[in-house]
């Protein structure tokens, strides 16, 4: 489950004025095996949401609880776990530069500390899943736009998270490629992985239409 | 599909570079080992000394060969016959004219015999007694009035003082030098932070824990600490095998050795000070990441 009770964001660098509230008075629940769109125009606040979700920054108030864990409350040793369970596509796809296709997405398996045995089987049927299996040893340098969302996305599921979060997975990616990724969140949707999916593709927020969080201003305008 | 090995997940290799910080490195390990090395150095020439100057018993009887107090024969005669008895005096022997010639030669000249002069007598012994020897000059001051009695208890406490103060001097550069090396690698650590913070913010954010990363900066560190200490310590080898040749008359062969024979305290230097550079690289590179990961949520 994923709860949001009464929450602000702001955002403060050191030495630096606070700058203006990214979230404000933020409040919803996601059941557990929910699907959730989050839409809103660019600046409305999708990705502050989602990396509060996924650990990633402290409310400046208000109460989070993701997968049964209250976030302020968490040692630094159960936020690393709360993170293990979590899966994040990030809009920048974030792969190591120094790591192959392979090894980026095998990391989150290693650093839980998984058997190579299951790492290789795992890692094995998720890039054919993505269709990057002949590109196990190119480095991201060495890999299109959308062959590094692809890799992102594998490097996100390939654990088999409790919770997906994913910041405009399809926004590299051509209609077909767009529609396979649908079809394996949703697969791992029914397998009753929690997932968030932060978009400005309304095609594709109409051909699959779950329920819609709707930010505006970092506000919460719409749920449901 | 193959195993595969896991390999620098970070980029480590990179961002910690095996230039600056091995050099470095092994610059205060090669200083250390020369304190080191002047230390024990120190230490072995001191305890030689001392043992010869602290037992050392010096008798000088002017006039020798005029008559004694109970004029029963020569002064010289009276004051060796009153060492032959005194059982915490040993190896009483008169130094030779030749051994007194080469003793005066530096302020008289290579014959002083040619001068004249009136020169005393010199028993050199060696003192076995618990105490001062102030009760045997008194003794000797009577069977011949204005016999000298020396023993090198005063030169063996200077001695001791000179060592002691010498090594607290090494202990000295030994401590700047291990913060020199910890201040490097802090810094280096620090560096690797920077370059590699973006891989780091994605790592943390995968779910790695704190001490996984700390780990892996301070496994690079021990390495690269190891190499660079172990370089420095055997360049310094050969420096203080030198020394220690150089040093050989003062000692004898049996102590420093010579230039092929360092004694082993020296040569585990070659183990110990590697070892003590990887625990000062792995303690502060994890401090460092460990403080610097606070930063993270």
Not at chain 1, 165 to 182: F, H, I, K, S, Y
Not at chain 2, 140 to 168: D, E, N
Not at chain 2, 191 to 216: C, K, N, P
Not at chain 2, 224 to 230: E, Q
């Amino acid at each position: 489950m994923v709860r949001f009770d009464d929450v602000w964001l702001r955002y403060q660098h050191s030495g630096r004025a606070p700058e203006a509230d990214a979230l404000r008075g933020i409040s919803f629940e996601i059941e557990d095996g929910g699907f959730r769109w989050l839409t809103g125009p660019s600046g409305a606040g999708k990705t502050s949401l989602l990396k509060l979700i996924y650990l990633a920054e402290h409310p400046a108030r208000g109460r989070i609880e993701i997968l049964g864990a209250r976030a302020a409350r968490a040692t630094r040793r159960e936020a690393a776990m709360l993170r293990r369970r979590i899966g994040v596509v990030y809009q920048d796809f974030r792969l190591l530069p120094q790591l192959d296709a392979y090894d980026n997405v095998a990391l989150p398996m290693r650093l839980a500390r998984r058997s190579e045995t299951q790492v290789q089987a795992d890692v094995g049927e998720i890039l054919r899943w993505v269709g990057l299996a002949h590109r196990l040893h190119a480095r991201p340098d060495e890999l299109s736009g959308g062959e590094q969302q692809r890799i992102a996305i594998a490097r996100a599921v390939v654990a088999r998270p409790k919770l997906l979060v994913a910041d405009e997975p399809t926004g590299n990616l051509d209609d077909e490629q767009a529609e396979r990724l649908m079809l394996l969140i949703t697969a791992l949707n029914k397998l009753g992985t929690t997932v968030i999916v932060a978009t400005h593709n309304t095609g594709l927020v109409k051909r699959y239409p779950f329920p819609r969080l709707s930010l505006e201003h970092g506000r919460l305008v719409h749920d449901g | 599909m193959m195993a595969r090995r896991r390999g620098d997940l970070l980029g480590l290799r990179a961002a910690l570079a095996d230039r600056l910080l091995p050099v470095l490195v092994g610059a205060m390990s090669f200083l250390a080992t020369l304190a080191i090395g002047g230390a024990l150095a120190c230490a072995t020439l001191a305890a030689g000394w001392q043992g010869n100057i602290e037992t050392a018993l010096t008798i000088q009887v002017p006039q020798p060969g005029n008559p004694d107090a109970a004029n029963d024969g020569t002064r010289l005669a009276a004051v060796q016959r009153a060492l032959a008895v005194d059982p915490d005096v040993q190896n009483a022997a008169v130094m030779s004219t030749a051994e007194m010639n080469k003793l005066i030669s530096p302020w008289l000249g290579s014959d002083a015999a040619s001068l004249g002069l009136s020169l005393p007598a010199v028993i050199t012994a060696q003192w076995r007694g618990a105490g001062s020897a102030d009760t045997l000059g008194a003794q000797l001051q009577q069977v011949s009035p204005g016999t000298l009695v020396k023993t090198g208890a005063m030169w063996a406490q200077r001695v001791a003082a000179l060592t002691t103060s010498l090594q607290a001097c090494a202990l000295a550069v030994l401590l700047v030098v291990a913060l020199v090396a910890a201040a490097v690698v802090a810094v280096a650590t620090r560096s690797g932070l920077a370059q590699l913070r973006e891989t780091i913010d994605t790592v943390h954010g995968l779910g790695a824990l704190d001490s996984d990363i700390a780990a892996r900066f301070a496994a690079r560190a021990v390495w690269l600490a190891l190499g660079g200490s172990f370089g420095g310590t055997l360049l310094a080898l050969p420096i203080l095998a030198w020394l220690a040749w150089l040093a050989a008359p003062f000692t004898g062969p049996a102590r420093l050795g010579g230039f092929f024979n360092l004694p082993p305290a020296l040569l585990a230097l070659a183990l110990v000070l590697p070892a003590c550079a990887a625990l000062i690289g792995w303690i502060t590179a994890q401090f460092t990441v460990r403080g610097w990961l606070r930063h993270l949520p």
